[in-house]
């Protein structure tokens, strides 16, 4: 048992350290040597596991299913004795239906082929999603006192609502608008859900939802991500799969799941609920999309998240390497002052918390300021409507812009 779990650490530590120079590659330093080539290959094979069946879809990606006790979470070493949670259970208490005609989750369902009973399907990882995806951190630190990720050179804006901070959540729910902002190779753009807790600089944090990001999918289309990290952004955590540590359950959805029709301008809108919750009876936090749990985080990952939340947070994120442009946010167009027609910008709806007893409740409206990092109205606005009068409740954004070369 102590050489395994001396093994384990071995290879966490290769993969920790191979992270380090795959933040230079990404940067455009392609000149790494033979062996962090050698080094690179090898983790493609760790993560990339033999399938028990491969297929591909419409659109290129290559599905593999593998063996659900064999996924790459566990060759995280704190998931060496984890119990797996094969049929997580999806809470139903407050929660209502969320069968509208405006969820596209009908058609992907249709669509999708699904794993052999026992095998998990994992989009299979490339070289550069890897070296993209593993080091490319989302948020500014108190070290570094810009809209600068760490490590890198990208830089991001964002546009958010959060219940008042410091009290004790257990998961997040909202229906977010389904977009397809137009952005260029070297941008992408959210929407999102943050789920933390602990000090900026330990802070543990997931976050998942939306995304356009060529990058880290190789086109422009609507996306299904994750992305994990349990000390502040700056060893732990990835995006997906990238890394140890998130646990796929579903046969068929899985991170990359791309998400069609999406809204149109002054037309037809689409969304579809996103919730990341904690499990009562296991701890873990449960990823679930258009009401069906892809999978989720062990709660073995986090210090300060294996208890609960502190921060909840609802908007978008829209980031560029250096000398790019900023790109678009929500649907590319500015929101308008008390406009309610969620038809024409970026939109989430029905934000709302998890109680302690696994209860879905709408927070305190009157305590849940607006969060913008640009002070200038031709890059990002962001409208907060809530409306309170039994048995009518309800709470909605308006959020996003074009973004543009003079976004400070």
Known sequence: M???????????????????FMSNYA??????????????SRLLKILNKPPVKTFTTKYGDIIDCIDIFKQPAFDHPLLKDHKIEVKPTFPREGMGSFTTPDNPWSEIERRKERCPLG????????????????????EKTKQR??????HTPMYH??????PVEGKSYYGGHVIMGVHN????PEQFSTSQMWIQNGPEEQINSIEAGLAVYPKLFGDNITRIFG???????????CFNIFCPGFVQVHPSITFGELLEPVSVYKGKKYSIPVEVYKARASGNWLLSVGEQVIGYWPKELFTHLAHNASIIRYGGIAGALSGSPSPPMGNGHFPEYRDYDLAKAGF?????????AGEIVYFDFTKAPRKLDTKKDNCYKLYYYSYISKPYTWNIITYGGPGGSSCP
């Not at 006192?145 to 760490?150: D, H």
């Not at 804006?157 to 959060?162: G, V």
């Not at 902002?181 to 260029?184: C, D, F, G, S, Y």
């Open 157 to 162: 804006h964002f546009a958010s609502i959060q």
């Open 27 to 40: 940067a455009g330093e392609s000149d790494i040597s033979k062996k962090e080539d050698v080094e690179i």
């Open 145 to 150: 006192n810009s809209n600068t990720y760490p």
């Open 227 to 237: 992305y994990w990290t349990a000390d502040g952004y700056k060893s732990t955590g």
């Open 181 to 184: 902002p137009l952005v260029t």
């Open 2 to 20: 102590e050489g395994c779990k001396s093994n384990l650490m071995r290879e966490m530590m290769l993969i920790v350290l191979c992270f380090c």
């Open 348 to 356: 989430m709806r029905e934000m709302k918390v998890f109680n302690e």
């Open 119 to 138: 095998a998990v399907p994992i989009r299979r990882t490339t070289k550069q999603e890897l070296i993209f995806g593993s080091k490319y951190h989302w």
